[in-house]
Structure formats: structure tokens, C-alpha cells
Nanobody, 113 residues
Framework: QVQLVESGGGLVQPGGSLRLSCTVSGMIFGIYMAWYRQAPGEQRELVARITTGSTTNYSDSVKGRFTISRDNVKGAVYLQMDSLKPEDTAVYYC????????WGQGTQVTVSS
């Protein structure tokens, strides 16, 4: 069973940056991957996705501020988050975009002064 482990979250001031990492226990070569987030009381939403050929797509709310990338050799997916805003506060998750695996525990991102 594939396991997902997200890390890199924390408390950051508005305007700051964080880099999230997602480690997948299996291979991600050939897998379309994505980052999601879930704020308190809200549904989980898609933030960014990256194809096997590293074509990327972003939600309008993070476009121009977040960058998704992947390392197929390491089985990892990353999310560089810049110019963070309080509304980016959420638990962030990664997963297989087309055929989601069991969700990991996520990593908490809190943007506050």
C-alpha cells in the first residue's frame, strides 16, 4: 500500500515562504501528482498539479506564488510557497491526482503575524 508523508509546514508571517515536501513510498514515475489543502471547516481543495512530463497547473488563488515540482528518482513532490497570505492557512496534502491513494497525515501551514 502506498504511503504518503508530507512535511515542511509551520508558522510563518504573511509574505513569508515555506517549502513543503511529500515522500511517496512507491514509485511516482508515470504518476500525475497534486497538492491539496483543507482549511478548518472547509472542503479539501486542489492547489497545484504536475504531470509526468512536469507540466504544471495551479488554482487561481495560488497562481504566481506557489511552485510545484517533482523528483521521480527520490519519489518526492514539492511545493514552494512564496508571498504567503493568512488565507493560505490549512493542512496541506499530496496525492495521486487521477487515482488517489489513502491520504497521509498532511502538514499544517499557519500564516499569521
Amino acid at each position: 500500500q502506498v504511503q504518503l508523508v508530507e512535511s515542511g509546514g509551520g508558522l510563518v508571517q504573511p509574505g513569508g515562504s515555506l517549502r513543503l515536501s511529500c515522500t511517496v513510498s512507491g514509485m511516482i514515475f508515470g504518476i500525475y501528482m497534486a497538492w491539496y489543502r483543507q482549511a478548518p471547516g472547509e472542503q479539501r481543495e486542489l492547489v497545484a498539479r504536475i504531470t509526468t512530463g512536469s507540466t504544471t497547473n495551479y488554482s487561481d488563488s495560488v497562481k504566481g506564488r506557489f511552485t510545484i515540482s517533482r523528483d521521480n528518482v527520490k519519489g518526492a513532490v514539492y511545493l514552494q510557497m512564496d508571498s504567503l497570505k493568512p488565507e493560505d492557512t490549512a493542512v496541506y496534502y499530496c496525492n495521486n491526482y487521477r487515482s488517489p491513494w489513502s491520504w497521509g497525515q498532511g502538514t499544517q501551514v499557519t500564516v499569521s503575524s
